[in-house]
């Protein structure tokens, strides 16, 4: 069997269906044996004849007593069965099928899905109106189909048509690719593929669809494992990484010069990183932690290490407001250590930016800052050995690679992020990477108190902020759109800036702060707030990463659901970065009562892990790696919350398999089967 072979050439499909399928992701016959189906009607349930009621759906058993054919004044085909199961006996109505009249014969045993009502043929009698399924029962096959599979079809695809397309592929199925290894399927009591594929299209026992569930699961998870594992191993493979030498002067001297002890775990993971560093394998580590954990110095001291050793450290940050910070942070430190340190994004001026290119290119600068603009074509490193990117999930994994291509020798690759998603899924999502967690906050951080007000604690609230503003600190009030649009009601920052700063703030100063603004003014107003000269900002989501005021303390979120849980997580991290006491205050007047629990998991929890994972079952799996943008395409049946077991069982197969040269040829096929050779596309530049 040709499993690429288009879904066209199927028997009855042709090419007008054809096209249908493939606009659900069906265009060959793999992908129609892995579109699994989305639920099944349990038609294990018998409804005793006597006991239908009307507009109702049932499944009814019985022996055919006759089979009448009609036809209606309209000239439609009408068949009708009398159906006798020991309780009673009702009629069930066929249109237009007149072969009916061959295949079911009196005596014989039906089984009947369908919807009740009242017959139109005058006597008005219950019946099964609507047939929805239905089969003859024999002694082989008495439980034939108890499950109904049901897809998520395009229009023209009917059903039943649909079915019998994949009963007629599954029939003559042979010799499908499977990722698992026989021993592995003998080790996990797994079906084989087979047996999986053709009990998930037609159960026969509820356990049919556990088993070929557990199955399919494992492989699809096995297989992303194997995928993640194996690249890495070709991408570090052949590839001689850099070795830096144990900490040495000048690595020890700025260690020593930070204003702050390092927490225990930020310890332990720059022990990770060193290990990393000094070792010829290059360096391809995750470090996950949540808001205001303290990343940023890590990512120094690594840059310095670079650096001691010879080489330039690059750190890419997804927004130029980040970029500066860090720019400005990294020089407070590292200046009179004579490092240099340079800025490159977009918003520089021709010079600056041509000087910048030759700064980087003849080694002058040793630590360069910059946005995407880091990984245009006319960049060029003198001698790139570390390459870090803050905010991962801000970026794409390709973005990430591009500037790894920058070195000409493997470079050491650091990736951050605050994302706070559950451990075990980091592994299905980073599983290329290793990883490092901090998980402890850094000492005196004040939990962040937050509330869930609606319109009516409007003006409380802001008295409340006006309140802390005259205590010397300061507030971000985040709106969800820049400009009034007509359909929805969402607040505008532009609408909210000017009823604040006339209104209740009129003698405080305030800015307004959104992506319109040129990168200069947006960098202005950030200057200003950063040396408090700005004391409340109205703002859209720019201010979402890694912004770092301590000395804002309150946060008021307009229009709160219209944001995600995991982003109103981060636009809270803004504050309580330093020793006050801080606030965050989500507005919203939704009624619904869905968004309403949504919004006060942000009162109850304060720990983004545990946030995350709420946010997840709330929203559902599946749309999972979209939301990572990490460019793999979506799971078709695992679900990384709660198949966790299965993940890491098959996390600890596939380590030992892709050692395994031989074994891997098999795997990579199935692999490309599945995601229509894309998989290995997805580092790719
Ligand atoms: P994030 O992990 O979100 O990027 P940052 O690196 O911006 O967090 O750190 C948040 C704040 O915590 C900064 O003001 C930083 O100076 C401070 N910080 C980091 N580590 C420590 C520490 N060990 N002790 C005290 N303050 C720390
Ligand atoms: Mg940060």
């Known amino acids: 069997m040709n499993f690429r072979e288009n879904i066209q050439y199927i028997k009855g499909v042709g090419p007008k269906k054809a096209q249908a399928l493939k606009k659900i992701g069906i265009g060959n016959i793999y992908n129609l044996l892995t579109y699994y189906p989305k639920r099944y009607s349990d038609q294990s349930e018998i409804t005793a004849i006597n006991a239908i009621e009307p507009d109702a759906t049932v499944n009814i058993k019985g022996s055919i007593l006759n089979v009448q054919e009609k036809t209606s004044h309209r000239g439609m085909k009408i068949i009708t069965v009398i159906l006798h199961d020991g309780t009673g006996t009702t009629q069930v109505i066929w249109f237009n099928q007149p072969f009916l009249k061959r295949s079911l014969k009196p005596g014989m045993s039906l089984f009947v899905r369908g919807k009740t009502g009242y017959a ?86 509820k356990n049919d669809i556990k088993e070929s569930r557990e199955m399919l ?14 690249m890495r191993k070709i991408n570090s493979q052949n590839k001689q990484g850099i070795r830096c030498l144990p900490n040495s002067n000048l690595v020890k001297k700025i260690y020593k010069a930070l204003p702050f002890k390092l927490t225990d775990d930020q310890e332990k993971v720059w022990n990770e990183i060193c290990l990393d560093m000094q070792s010829t394998r290059p360096m391809q580590r995750l470090l996950q932690g949540d808001v205001g954990s303290g990343k940023t110095v890590i990512a120094v001291m690594a840059l310095v290490k670079a650096v001691e050793n010879g080489w330039q450290g690059a750190l890419m940050a997804p927004t130029e407001v980040l970029a500066k910070q860090h720019f ?117 951080r004040k939990n962040i108190r937050t509330f869930l007000r609606t319109k009516n604690a409007r003006e409380k609230v802001y008295q409340f902020v006006l309140a802390q503003i005259k205590a010397g600190r300061q507030a971000y009030v985040v709106c969800p759109l820049i400009e009034l649009s007509e359909n929805v009601g969402a607040a505008s920052a532009e609408a909210i800036f000017e009823e604040l700063r006339t209104g209740i703030f009129k003698d405080v100063n305030c800015a307004l702060l959104h992506g319109k603004l040129s990168a200069k003014e947006k960098g202005k107003i950030m200057q200003d707030f950063f040396t408090n000269k700005v004391n409340l900002l109205i703002s859209t989501t720019v201010i979402e990463v890694g912004v770092n005021v301590p000395n804002a303390s309150i946060m008021v ?61 709330l929203r559902g799996p599946g749309q999972f790696f979209g939301a990572m943008q990490h460019g793999l395409p979506d799971l078709k049946i695992a679900d990384v919350l709660n198949d966790t077991d299965i993940l890491l069982a098959a996390r600890k197969e596939a380590e030992k398999w892709c050692v395994k040269k031989k074994s891997m040829r098999e795997i990579i096929e199935t692999i490309n089967l599945q995601y229509e050779d894309n998989f290995f596309k997805i580092t790719d530049v």
Not at 217 to 230: D, H, P
Not at 376 to 397: N, Y
Not at 564 to 576: E, K, P, S, Y
């Open 328 to 444: 400005d942070n990294f020089n407070k430190l590292l200046n009179p250590f004579g490092i240099k340190v340079g800025l490159l994004i977009g918003s520089l001026s021709a010079k600056e930016h041509n000087e910048a290119l030759q700064y980087i290119k003849n080694g002058e600068w040793q630590i360069i800052i910059g946005t995407h603009a880091l990984i245009q074509d006319k960049v060029q490193f003198a001698k790139l050995g570390l390459v870090i990117t803050d905010e991962q999930h801000r970026f794409g994994v390709a973005q990430r690679a591009r500037l790894e291509t920058k070195a000409e020798q493997t470079p050491d690759v650091l990736v951050m992020t605050a994302t706070p998603i559950p451990r075990t899924m980091t592994l299905t999502v980073y599983g290329d990477l290793d990883v490092s967690v901090i998980h402890q906050l850094p000492p005196g």
């Open 557 to 617: 979120v307009e229009g709160a659901e219209r944001f995600g849980l995991a982003q109103l997580h981060q636009l809270r991290g803004r504050v309580g970065r330093g020793s006050y006491k801080s606030y965050c205050i989500l507005l919203s007047d939704s009624k619904s009562s869905k968004t309403k629990e949504r919004l006060s998991l942000m009162e109850k929890i304060s720990d983004g892990f545990v946030l995350a994972e709420a946010d997840l079952r």
């Open 120 to 205: 139109y043929n005058g006597y008005g009698q219950l019946c099964i109106k609507q047939v929805i399924s239905y089969f003859l029962l024999d002694d082989t096959n008495n439980n034939q189909c108890q499950f109904l599979p049901l897809y998520t079809l395009p229009d023209m695809i009917k059903p039943k048509f649909y079915r019998s397309v994949l009963e007629n592929v599954l029939s003559t199925l042979d010799n499908i690719p499977c990722a698992l290894d026989r021993s592995i399927i003998a080790a996990y009591h797994l079906l084989s593929k087979t047996d999986a594929l053709r009990k998930i299209h037609f159960p026969q026992t």
């Open 217 to 230: 699961i494992f492989e699809e998870l096995f297989m992303i494992q194997c995928g993640l594992i194996y």
